[in-house]
């Protein structure tokens, strides 16, 4: 009776604020106060006011109690700068000053998308699920064959329906990590020279990835709501330009925006027509937030055009490396090429992970962390809005754990990332998702390490750095 109590009035304060009857900044009643009023105890009152605070509908104020938050604006617009083929070493130096202090001692880092705290891995179920077979015999005493971690991949096939993926064992290929799944699907369909197409902005690993490679990057234009812009995949279809595309449909690194079904179904029969692969990469597929899952878009594919990459590192066991890969009609080519380069993957990770799968506990964790962290994608939107420069944007992600957030121009995110490191706060830069400078007032956050005290004044401090370099 008391949670439908405290329910019921965080829902009627929610609809308060969500409706303007409560503006930004309207003084909430006190807790002993709106408990006479409504004569509710005060531990009722004080559930529904943690309820709106989880939510970034209000703050507590020191000496005024509760407020109504700042409320966040999203970015509504795709930037549809001409593609370049140019590269940019600027973007590169930045990834390395990232990474180097990535490694520094006592940093408060927002910039990693890797889950980190025993709340966001079922570790000891993992472990014990290695445990027990490890101790079959022959385990480790032969090199693995490739694909030998029959009941994981058992296991993905029966998985797939959920996110419309119905695939067979046969067209699986086990990979070491997702990052490896890109690499063989570019090679399979790319020599070097070819042109791909890829989101801006973009995963920053695929840059150095088609470097490497030979290949040169076309950067189409993607909207913060809607995703990857089909028309402008179109046009360059229709001029023979591209000769693969790599896209995050579902849950994107970094908008967080998930494309709408018509328009996958659009882009699903585009490349099927013009026979260009597409390779999906669906790392954060599972961590959406809405139920039913959104399909993938190699649901609409009808004659193998898509590939599907993904892996266990952000939902399950990130140093187990074990990533997939449904190669569609590419299957024979990226099976040959997985065993010339790395062989196979170790049997024992892939068996741990299938049994824990087969054990039915994976979906509840699933959920858990799907509600984990749409809350904590909220509260730090909310902090953002209470700390950041009036005038910033942050994305609406439709799943996952990364904000994208766009600060006023003028705001050189190169600048505050440096003076950020010499407060022991590092954070990925705009600059990294793209070439050139169309990013460089934009940075990315990461929300998948707990919100406590440390992780907050880290946003205070980030917000306060942004204010001052935008009044300088």
């Not at 002993?32 to 004569?39: D, E, I, K, T, Y």
């Not at 000769?243 to 585009?270: D, F, S, W, Y």
Request: with cysteine; proline share 6%.
């Amino acid at each position: 009776m008391a949670a439908n109590l405290y329910q019921s009035l965080a829902d009627e304060m929610a609809d308060a604020i969500h409706s303007g009857r409560l503006p930004v900044g309207t003084r909430l009643p006190s807790l002993r106060g709106l408990a006479a009023q409504r004569q509710l105890s005060l531990n009722t009152v004080i559930a529904a006011y943690r309820q709106l605070e989880d939510a970034g509908l209000v703050v507590p104020r020191p000496k005024a109690g509760f407020v109504v938050s700042p409320r966040l604006a999203e970015p509504t617009r795709s930037l549809r700068q001409a593609p370049s083929l140019a590269t940019t070493q600027a973007q590169q130096l930045m990834m390395a000053r990232v990474l180097a202090a990535q490694q520094q001692p006592g940093i408060i880092d927002l910039a990693f998308a890797g889950p980190r705290g025993r709340r966001f891995y079922p570790g000891d179920k993992l472990a014990r699920s290695t445990a027990q077979v490890l101790r079959r015999a022959g385990m480790v005493e032969t090199y693995a064959r490739p694909n030998a971690a029959t009941r994981l991949l058992e296991q993905i096939v029966r998985r797939g329906p959920r996110l419309g993926l119905h695939t067979s064992t046969e067209r699986l290929v086990l990979t070491h990590g997702a990052m490896e799944a890109l690499q063989l699907a570019l090679r399979a369909v790319t020599r070097p020279g070819d042109a791909v197409g890829i989101e801006a902005p973009s995963y920053f690993n695929l840059y150095p990835l088609l470097s490497n490679l030979g290949l040169k990057a076309i950067e189409l234009p993607t909207d913060p709501r809607r995703g990857l812009d089909v028309d402008a995949v179109a046009a360059q279809l229709e001029r023979g330009a591209l000769r693969a595309i790599v896209a995050m449909p579902t849950v994107h690194n970094p908008l967080g925006c998930t494309m709408p079904v018509a328009e996958k179904q659009r882009l699903a029969a585009l490349v099927n027509h013009y026979r260009i692969p597409l390779i999906e990469d669906a790392v954060y597929a599972e961590l959406q937030f809405q139920e039913p899952l959104a399909p993938l878009l190699k649901s609409f594919d009808e004659d193998g055009w898509v590939m599907v990459c993904s892996s266990f590192s952000k939902t399950l066991a990130p140093d187990y490396r074990i990533g997939w890969l449904d190669a569609g009609r590419f299957a024979a080519d990226i099976q040959l090429l997985k065993f010339q380069s790395t062989g196979a993957e170790p049997r024992l990770l892939g068996e741990a992970v299938g049994a824990f799968l087969e054990a039915g506990s994976y979906e509840h964790h699933l959920r858990t962390l799907r509600r984990l962290y749409n809350d904590q994608v909220r509260r730090v939107r909310a902090l953002i809005a209470q700390h950041f420069p009036a005038g910033t944007l942050a994305t609406q992600p439709t799943g996952g754990f990364l904000l994208w957030v766009e600060l006023p121009a003028g705001i050189d995110t190169g600048a505050l990332f440096e003076q950020a490191l010499a407060r022991g706060v590092v954070f990925m830069p705009g600059q990294v998702y793209s070439r050139g400078a169309r990013y460089r007032h934009c940075l990315r956050l990461s929300c998948c390490q707990e919100l406590d005290a440390p992780y907050v004044d880290a946003i205070a401090t980030l917000g306060q750095l942004a204010c001052a370099l935008r009044d300088a």
